[in-house]
């Protein structure tokens, strides 16, 4: 049987097919002669199940979209702190190639437009340009649970066309912002732009930030957790350039687009999404991505505003006379640690006795874990018998970040 999701997929791309508006990307030859009409979507749970449409198995590069793990790598290599005085983090309001400086420092305003992208490039750790690229792409193939390569005639179509990033390199070197020599810097950020990814790949890829920077397949940690956290931030301000304030408001969904048409979005806690349609609007972004964004957003309600209240499905039920039993269930966070707090503080009266029953609770985060575990050792200096009934060791698991 075909799953009602792959259908539904493929019926958004029969619905937006018709709008054949915008330009191919111009400037670097191979992505000219790209197909103009390839068209595909790929979605990626948390949980690991891959559903696709459309022409899933073209091949493209991924271009700016590797800005987003780039960036990870290097946040990761020098801590945050130093990263934010490479590049700021505010939307630039300018497009992609801008040469968009903050006037008091020359940093770039961000590490998603090219200016912030060469200067990141520039900070992640190894001795060569090459080493530089391998890592980046090295990081995209864990992530995407295949080896990628590189295209070489788009590496040399980029290099042939990369006066202006070579121009906005210079710059960054006069005002003390660019780690390795320019033309150094441009070669190895061409490389990185210029590795083949499918539609699948990228929404694998988006899948494991969507998971917290876990890969749903294996459980291993391929990107910190507030390193991804701080990352996807970024995105969901500067992931679609100049048109990210009107995606924001349409679609909700933390994204990148590249310029060989591409578009990634990760909505934490659920999926990744990716899609391909080559012909680009006024801000560099897929024309038919974005339609294609919109539908999703809308149909499947994952505008990341659009959020179900979740604390008052934390409690299952409260049962006993004497001894009060509380039943606990889901993933506890703090507005769900708060439902129970609140019920305990309401339903204990006289009854000496409490069971808090985490049988039910698959996950907790630190901050439902403090509250709840403040709450027992005050019910306890209050004279009550406490047992807290916790199969899975959930009170005493650390947070993998
Ligand atoms: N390689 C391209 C460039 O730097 C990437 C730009 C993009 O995808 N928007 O010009």
Known sequence: MQSPITRYLESVLDDCRALDGGKMADGNAELERADPDAFAVALVTVGGSVYAAGDCDVEFSIQSISKALAYALAVQDNGLERMLEATDVEPSGDSFNEISLEH???????????????????????????????????????????????????????????????????????????????????????????????????????????NGGVDPNTGERLIGGAVNRHVLSVMSTCGMYDGSGSWVAAVGIPAKSGVAGAIIGVLPGQVGLAVLSPKLNGHGNSVRGVAVFERLSRDLELHMMHVA??????????????????????????????????????????????????????????????????????LREDGHDVVIDDPHGLMTVLDPE
């Open 104 to 210: 008091s420092t020359g940093r770039p305003r961000n590490p998603l437009i090219n200016a912030g992208a060469l200067a990141v490039h520039s900070m992640i750790r190894g001795n060569s340009a090459q080493e530089r690229a391998d890592r980046v792409k090295d990081l995209h193939s864990r992530c995407a649970g295949r080896q990628l390569s590189t295209n070489d005639s788009v590496y040399e179509a980029e290099i042939e066309s990369d006066d202006r990033n070579t121009a906005i390199a210079y710059l960054l070197k006069s005002v003390g912002v660019l780690a390795a020599e320019p033309v150094e810097v441009v070669d190895g950020y061409a490389r990185q732009c210029s590795v083949d990814v499918s539609c699948v790949d990228l929404a694998t890829i988006a899948s494991v930030m969507a």
């Open 309 to 378: 209240p979740s604390g008052a499905s934390a409690i299952r039920q409260v049962t006993g006379e004497d001894t009060i039993n509380v039943q606990l269930q889901g993933d506890l966070r703090f507005a769900g640690a708060e439902s129970v707090l609140a019920t305990l503080a309401k339903g204990i009266d006289a009854r000496r006795g409490i069971t808090l029953d985490l049988g039910h609770v698959q996950a907790m985060d630190d901050v439902a874990r403090r509250l709840l575990d403040d709450a027992v050792s005050g």
